[in-house]
């Protein structure tokens, strides 16, 4: 039996499972031995594709810029139109099902900063087991620092969203979600199954664990958990191979809507949602606002002694916490050595007075003006 007979057969054995007390035990060892196999496979394809590197089918591009975007969505739905309108790159579009057959690269020059946006085929059902090369689509959209879901509102947005969802996940894809804050640490010596938990747990207890790390051979690790999380949540911790993206939901098409539908329709994603019409331009400019703000990109001008700030090629870092440290490293390594660097004069909002004399811990908020000085 194959491994994708075997992946079928577990999941219809779920499905046929009652969820009670009694069987969460097996349930559990199931979806660890989904899980298992759902990674062998990828790792299989994975170590395919880099032994096939060399056939040029042209798909695969590599990571330019300061960030990388993904478009995902159904066939037919504005990815190639948004595309065109915000790079100079004219893919290809038209009123039938799949016009994009190939990865599509763009550069968008926003703000100073590159970003490379990637104009990818259409996902449909069963792109996860590789149909319509759905497969060579999601794993581009691990390396992605931000996925933009496109999302026709002229048919069920919700089932679309949950769609596409559903299969960026069997890939090892989670959108808009955080790791689960566990620590896990396998012991090399013996010692068993150390668990301890800081808060209550609704979904998991010790033996339910025990169970799924035995799927693993798992048999001596030290297991931390600070919230309350679900048996897939703590599947992934085990696996390790999870990427976390961003996303944002770009509901494309909205001059078919009335002023009413559009505003329910807002109201009802206000975090993540974007209105977009590609046909009549309307609101592209606050879809690059929002891709900018969930790229968090911060932008830092250096300056040299006695001459004025370089407002042309500007540093740009990406993180939650930019430190002058970072920027050094930007520049030059060897500038964030703490026997090379002296001080730093920061200009900007992250300064209480311009400029302000700083240390390598310094954070740095956008468009602040560095100048460093050396020993």
């Not at 929002?290 to 911060?298: G, I, Q």
């Amino acid at each position: 039996m194959g491994v994708q007979d075997r992946i079928h057969d577990i999941e219809q054995e779920l499905k046929r499972t009652q969820v009670n007390k009694a069987t969460m035990g097996h349930i559990c060892r199931l979806k660890s031995r989904l899980a298992r196999l759902r990674t062998q496979v990828l790792l299989e394809e994975e170590k395919a594709r880099k032994q096939g590197a060399g056939t040029g089918d042209g798909f695969e591009v590599a990571k330019q810029g300061d960030a990388r975007v993904i478009m995902l969505g159904a066939p037919s739905i504005g990815k190639s139109t948004f595309v065109s309108q915000v790079t100079s790159v004219q893919s290809a579009v038209a009123a039938y099902e799949f016009t994009t057959v190939d990865c599509i690269p763009g550069e968008l020059n926003w703000r100073g900063a590159r970003i490379q946006l990637l104009d990818l085929p259409g996902i449909i059902e069963g792109a996860a087991q590789g149909r319509g090369r759905g497969r060579q689509v999601i794993a581009l959209a691990r390396s992605a620092d931000l996925v933009l879901m496109m999302l026709d509102v002229g048919k069920d947005v919700e089932a679309q969203r949950r769609f596409i969802e559903r299969e960026v996940e069997l890939a090892g894809i989670r959108l808009n979600k955080r790791p689960p804050h566990v620590m896990f640490q396998l012991k090399k010596a013996g010692g068993g199954i150390t668990f301890n938990a800081t808060c209550p747990l609704t979904h998991l207890d010790e033996k339910l664990v025990q169970a799924m790390l035995q799927e693993y051979r798992i048999y001596n690790a030290d297991i931390l958990i600070r919230e309350d999380v679900t048996v897939d949540e703590f599947i992934d911790v085990i696996e390790g191979n999870r990427v976390y993206v961003p996303c944002l939901h770009v509901y494309n098409k909205i001059d078919l809507l009335t002023i009413e539908e559009i505003d329910r329709l807002a109201r009802a994603d206000p975090r993540h949602g974007i209105m977009l019409s590609c046909a009549l331009r309307l609101n592209v400019d606050e879809v690059l606002e929002r891709m900018w703000r969930a790229l968090r990109l911060v932008r830092v001008y250096t300056k040299k002694r006695g001459e004025p700030p370089d407002f042309e090629r500007p540093l740009i870092l990406r993180s939650t916490h930019v430190r002058v440290a970072d920027a050094c490293r930007k520049i030059h390594r060897s500038l964030a050595d703490p026997t090379q660097f002296r001080y730093a004069l920061v200009w900007g909002r992250s300064t209480k007075h311009d400029p302000q004399r700083v240390g390598l811990a310094h954070g740095l908020a956008d468009e602040d003006v560095l100048c460093v000085v050396t020993k």
